[in-house]
Nanobody, 119 residues
């Protein structure tokens, strides 16, 4: 089992920055693929950034160049640094873990943290 707890959301103005954190339980954090998703009102949840166990990263085009995902395996934590925020970044942000288990992969979600960007 993996439990994920996000923090760092809030209300900011356009152009400002926020850093989200996701603290994970469990001793196999370093093996997990970690990702950040977001869901705006009336829209589907979308993948915006992910980082593999080896540290490789991928980003959605909408956040590329503005957001940075990173992980600290000593703290079982993944981060999302969000710069140059725009009103369209307003959403609930969710942390996701893909945890290998034998021949399967289990997916876990955090409870979400609200990010609101005012214009």
């Amino acid at each position: 089992q993996v439990q994920l707890v996000e923090s760092g959301g809030g209300l900011v103005q356009a152009g400002e920055s926020l850093r989200l954190s996701c603290a994970a339980s469990g001793s196999r954090f370093s093996n997990n693929l970690m990702a950040w998703y977001r869901q705006a009102p009336g829209k589907q949840r979308e993948l915006i950034a992910r980082i593999t166990s080896g540290g490789s990263t991928n980003y959605a085009d909408s956040v590329k160049g503005r957001f940075t995902i990173s992980r600290d395996n000593t703290k079982n934590t993944v981060y999302l640094q969000m710069n140059s925020l725009k009103p369209e970044d307003t959403a609930v942000y969710y942390c996701n873990a893909q945890s290998p288990s034998g021949f399967t992969t289990n997916a876990y979600w955090g409870q979400g943290t609200q990010v609101t960007v005012s214009s």
